[in-house]
């Protein structure tokens, strides 16, 4: 992952910091990142327990330095080389650009499903309509988040909070790749989370 990123970044042209966060990982995550660490200009921060992925996107955010911070899970499904279309489409003059997994690979009844009817839910609610706003990769005008406080699943309504301050937002296809490794902490009961949320 870490090689993909740093060659999706530097095929921008612009300069970046990379902020990793190991969200109570039991698998090893943080030795290797500390092995990153070391040979690159990374900066990982450590959570005693999972907290959830909402937190550690707060984390990120809150200590980002640059125009515009883009959220990227580390399972590889979220593919780097998304970024530099991210980024774009932030250069026509909008200050949010969220992905859409439209070729999704993932399980169609526990992941799919739940997450189609979460979405229409959302849009319906908030007037946002975006046809995947639980997709991580989604890149931001720093500004934007910098009011913004986040808990709970709260991390999929961000385009909802950037839209009451005027924001505008635009949503691309990105790639969306078979999980490699590990195991999803998402699933139906998560799904009630996102609506109570909501």
Known sequence: ??????????????????????????DGSFDVLRQIASVSAVKVIRFRRNFGQTAALACGAERATGDTVIFLDADRQNDPADIPNLLKKMGEGFDVVSGWRFDRKDAPLTRKFPSAIANRIISLVTGVHLHDYGCTLKAYRRDILKNVRLYGEMHRFIPVYARLVGARIAEIKVNHRPRVAGVTKYGLTRTFKVVLDL
């Open 1 to 26: 992952l870490h090689g993909e990123l740093v060659a999706a970044l530097k095929s921008t042209g612009k300069s970046f910091e990379i902020f990793y966060v190991d969200d109570g990982s039991t």
